[in-house]
């Protein structure tokens, strides 16, 4: 089961995570054709049951503007996704950490276009408020950051929202402490997914459900390769 993390669909600027509009049609193209394209209730409730044939969920991350674009698209082919939103950027002028560091600015996604996304069936979920590193600040403060980015989003979308579902920023094992997955379930969190790739199993851990990043290098042949559960390193 290959859950893949997009985040921004563009012909500008591209890098480690962007991949173009004709690229992005042609991923759907080839997953269409060939994978069962699931939502991300359809997988977490098959925690435990073998699959026939591989399975694929779509996430995005962050909330740069073009998710609308992908969110549209998604919709008019009928292709579940969920988008995890940092609520303390989105409907701002503030810029996303990579971003700033690279004296840059791009436009990000307005409350109205998220409240329309979820609208259309798309599940909006937690990616903190300011995404931070969790692993660099303390653990209470992470801790702020997923309570409050959960009250955010249940008070745009009312409590049928997947807030509760947590993609901790930047994704990797270092980038969320141990301390602060321990409180997870504390504070409602039903489940946490990373970004630092790989496929899960039936069995997997909903505190550490795997995500695999796609971006603009990837060949058709790397992308099938991730879809299946090879491992590609860029």
């Known amino acids: 089961m290959a859950i893949l993390l997009y985040h921004r669909i563009s012909h500008e600027k591209l890098d480690s995570v962007t991949v173009t509009p004709a690229q992005f049609l042609h991923h759907l193209s080839i997953l269409s054709r060939d994978y069962d394209l699931i939502d991300m209730n359809q997988f977490l409730a098959s925690q435990g049951k073998l699959r026939r044939k591989p399975a694929i969920v779509i996430t995005f991350d962050d909330g740069y503007e073009d998710n609308y674009y992908a969110a549209r ?17 989105v409907g701002t002028q503030r810029s996303f950490p990579m971003d700033f560091r690279l004296n840059r600015w791009l436009p990000v996604l307005s409350w ?103 971006n603009h290098e990837f060949s058709d042949l790397a992308f099938r390769a991730i879809v299946e559960g090879y491992r590609i390193h860029h």
């Open 73 to 89: 698209t998604l919709h008019e082919q009928n292709v579940p996704c969920t988008f995890f939103i940092s609520t303390g950027i």
């Open 112 to 214: 109205k276009q998220i409240i329309e996304m979820s609208s259309w069936g798309f599940h909006i979920a937690n990616h903190s408020v300011n995404h931070v590193d969790m692993g660099k600040i303390p653990s209470e403060d992470s801790l702020g950051e997923i309570q409050t980015a959960a009250r955010d989003i249940i008070g745009k979308l009312g409590q049928k929202s997947s807030a509760y579902w947590l993609a901790y920023p930047f994704g990797r094992v270092h980038n969320m402490k141990k301390g602060v997955l321990e409180q997870l379930c504390k504070i409602g969190i039903d489940f946490c997914f990373s970004a630092y790739g790989g496929v899960n199993q039936p069995n997997f851990d909903p505190y550490d459900i795997v995500r695999q990043p796609v």
